[in-house]
């Protein structure tokens, strides 16, 4: 039924993040990190909330994705970023690598390297 198809498409949309960070991890190409993102906020446009609200990079990507935007990390989201950053190291668990990906994108690194930190 409705049910069943619903709970596939679900599991269709997890396996490719999956599938997306395990091609990273083996071919370290900036694409897929690009990709990764791309996806998660696809996922938060479109409002399909299984899966972004259950992806624990999902706050993180959507910080850095408004830092993308704007072409620079403004002031109201570094609070968060940081937030993001504690979590990751006290955790330990598989944000980090999740982490790595987002960060690695290109258009990312390029809104890091042009940051000019608060003096």
């Known amino acids: 039924g409705i ?5 596939k498409q679900w599991y269709q949309r997890r396996v490719r993040v999956i599938f997306v960070r395990t091609l990273y991890q083996r071919n370290k190409t900036s694409h897929f990190c690009t ?3 791309d996806m998660l906020m696809s996922f938060h446009d479109c409002k399909i909330q299984d899966i972004y609200k259950q992806d624990p990079c999902h706050d ?23 937030e993001f950053y504690i979590k990751i190291v006290t955790e330990k668990t598989e944000l ?3 982490t790595a990906i987002i960060l690695a994108d290109p258009y990312v690194l390029n809104v890091f390297l042009l940051h000019k930190p608060l003096s």
């Open 96 to 98: 980090l690598s999740d």
């Open 60 to 82: 993180f990507a959507f910080y850095i994705q408004y830092a993308v935007n704007e072409k620079r990390i403004q002031d109201k989201i570094q609070p968060k970023l940081k």
């Open 35 to 37: 990709l990764r993102s």
């Open 3 to 7: 049910n069943a198809e619903y709970g």
